[in-house]
């Protein structure tokens, strides 16, 4: 395998010379630059990462940690991570992360020295443990909120997403609705359940614990909590799912029993993945920007990585709105294919 100094040789110049051009530092003459250019590509030859970060303190690779790498809306986050990073000159190395906090501390110093900053989404995080870390490096929390001032976070608009769509719910007439909640202890299924309760209340509606079912995010758990809800003597006329996944699953039950949807049955989600405008009934959502909420996850990251970790920190907002389609029976507004990322973002 080639090395740097059998190009520094073949050039005839210093190791310290051929490693200032190809790691674009110190000063050097265009024409040696050229030269050296000229020989490392005649022998091919391919810098040692590993060399490189020793010498630059830099990785140019960014860690993510991620709850679960399974489904549409991680792929779609995934994606726009993967995106901003390339186009700023990084790579991503991505991994699965329990929620626990010795999980996420050991994943974490398990990145220091392979990464330059970490993207770590864990809903089920206490954010404050991160704080403890013996390590400076660039932390951005996504979809949490962190109690103190030293982390940079990026969250969705829950809350306000679950009330628009309850809210819609009832404009239709309904006032039997069911939620199928999101995973225990998890951040945004506590904030779309508040939006939930909020938007009955709002109505006059006292909201009923036997519509409120247990779920996972999973479709298996939309599937298996909207049987229970058809079991009820007294049913709902409405089911608020808490992701379209579980969504998706009540849809599947829905069908499998004979119900038709909306006419007897009025079902939502809330993310607007991809699939949800190709399921039948096209499936009415609360729309979350997926791939931009990655991408500003990234540039947040990358921010803290310029700045060295010193900088004040930012606490921001994905904005989110309604997509109604055909499964909960109103008027039909439906989006055309996404259109690339224009910044819409909310601080807090």
């Given amino acids: 395998m080639v090395t740097i100094k059998d190009v520094a040789r073949e050039a005839n110049v210093s190791v310290a010379t051929v490693s200032r051009v190809l790691n674009g530092s110190g000063p050097v003459s265009d024409e040696t630059r050229r030269l050296i250019r000229e020989v490392a590509g005649r022998m091919r030859y391919v810098p040692h990462s590993g060399a490189r970060s020793l010498i630059t303190s830099k990785t140019q690779t960014l860690g993510v940690l991620l709850p679960d790498l399974y489904g549409e809306f991680f792929s779609e986050v995934i994606r726009g991570m993967d995106d901003t990073a390339q186009r700023n000159g990084f790579h991503?190395?991505?991994?699965r992360a329990y929620a626990d906090r010795r999980g996420i501390e050991t994943a974490i110093r398990a990145m220091r020295g392979r990464a330059d900053g970490v993207v770590v989404m864990s809903p089920d995080l206490d954010a404050e443990?991160?704080?403890n870390l013996p390590s400076t490096i660039p932390v951005v929390l996504l979809c949490s909120v962190p109690r103190g001032n030293e982390i940079d976070s990026l969250t969705i608009q829950n809350c306000r997403g679950a009330k628009e769509m309850v809210a819609?719910?009832?404009s239709l007439g309904h006032k039997r609705i069911?939620?199928?909640?999101g995973s225990a202890r998890n951040y945004d299924a506590a904030e779309r359940l508040r939006g939930y309760r909020v938007a009955l209340r709002d109505a006059g509606i006292t909201p009923d614990p036997v519509l409120e079912r247990e779920g996972n995010f999973t479709e298996a758990a939309g599937y298996a909590a909207a049987l229970e809800l058809l079991a009820l003597k007294k049913r709902p006329t409405a089911i608020f799912a808490a992701n379209d996944s579980m969504a998706i699953g009540v849809l599947s039950a829905l069908r499998e029993s004979g119900m038709s949807v909306p006419e007897e049955m009025a079902v939502a989600g809330f993310d607007d993945i991809p699939l949800a405008r190709y399921m039948d009934p096209p499936?009415?959502?609360?729309h979350v920007p997926i791939c931009e909420l990655g991408a500003r996850a990234v540039e947040l990251l990358l921010h803290g990585i310029t700045h060295k970790n010193d900088h004040a920190r930012r606490r921001e907002r994905v904005s989110t709105e309604l997509v109604i389609r055909r499964s909960t029976g109103g008027e039909s507004a439906e989006r055309p294919p996404p259109q690339p990322f224009n910044g819409d973002l909310a601080s807090v």
Avoid: R
């Avoid at 499936?283 to 609360?286: E, R």
């Fill in 178 to 181: 069911a939620i199928i909640k």
């Fill in 129 to 131: 443990s991160l704080l």
């Fill in 283 to 286: 499936l009415s959502s609360v």
């Fill in 168 to 170: 819609h719910l009832v």
């Fill in 92 to 95: 991503l190395l991505i991994s």
